[in-house]
T-cell receptor, first 113, second 112 residues
Framework: GAVVSQHPSRVICKSGTSVKIECRSL??????MFWYRQFPKQSLMLMAT?????????EQGVEKDKFLINHASLTLSTLTVTSAHPEDSSFYIC?????????FGPGTRLLVL | QKEVEQNSGPLSVPEGAIASLNCTYS??????FFWYRQYSGKSPELIMF????GDKEDGRFTAQLNKASQYVSLLIRDSQPSDSATYLC????????????FGTGTRLTIIP
């Protein structure tokens, strides 16, 4: 149980384009999902908390207009990186809360050229 | 002082030995504690969680929590090469929707 999927697993895009990443809880409903970013050899950095049916809560320093989060259903949250730039290249990982535990998706590796 | 501190390692342990991973946290109001394993290039996977003082065992893994000392550890018995990974300690302040605060992780290498 508690399986979380992400799509796509890997994406390459041109600078200035937007990229949407989907996070799904497959066998449970998640009112809360989290979006993290991880640069090489660094720890996880929480970007935002996504709550179903309400606005996401962003961490300090994360631009909400650049990283759009939509949690439209109890099993789906999306992260859209708008006007992506090479410095946005990173490993984006979502997690979903089941009971008191967070389960992580497999991650999306984004490369912006 | 960091909220959650871990020795970054690398920690090298011979195959078959016990690996001991340690984590300290600064917020005395923390209620729940998690250990995740992250292989290189992969996302974290949950190993164990612990809420109460004392030991909690699951197979080869034992989590130990001492709230008075603000200390949580993970023991891996009979270490295997497949246990080589980065181990992340995470702390949550309260029950509910509260976010996790992660340590920077300890890189563990099991030497065959």
């Amino acid at each position: 149980g508690a399986v979380v999927s992400q799509h796509p697993s890997r994406v390459i895009c041109k600078s200035g384009t937007s990229v949407k990443i989907e996070c799904r809880s497959l066998d449970f409903q998640a009112t809360t999902m989290f979006w993290y970013r991880q640069f090489p050899k660094q720890s996880l950095m929480l970007m935002a908390t996504s709550n179903e049916g309400s606005k996401a809560t962003y961490e300090q320093g994360v631009e909400k207009d650049k990283f759009l989060i939509n949690h439209a259903s109890l099993t789906l949250s999306t992260l859209t990186v708008t006007s992506a730039h090479p410095e946005d290249s990173s490993f984006y990982i979502c997690s979903a809360r089941a009971s008191e535990t967070q389960y992580f998706g497999p991650g999306t590796r984004l490369l912006v050229l | 002082q960091k909220e959650v501190e871990q020795n970054s390692g690398p920690l090298s342990v011979p195959e078959g030995a016990i690996a001991s991973l340690n984590c300290t946290y600064s917020d005395r109001g923390s209620q729940s504690f998690f250990w995740y394993r992250q292989y290189s290039g992969k996302s974290p996977e949950l190993i164990m969680f612990i809420y109460s003082n004392g030991d909690k065992e699951d197979g080869r893994f034992t989590a130990q929590l001492n709230k008075a000392s603000q200390y949580v550890s993970l023991l891996i018995r009979d270490s295997q090469p497949s246990d080589s990974a980065t181990y992340l300690c995470a702390v949550k302040r309260s029950f509910g929707n509260e976010k996790l605060t992660f340590g920077t992780g300890t890189r563990l290498t099991i030497i065959p």
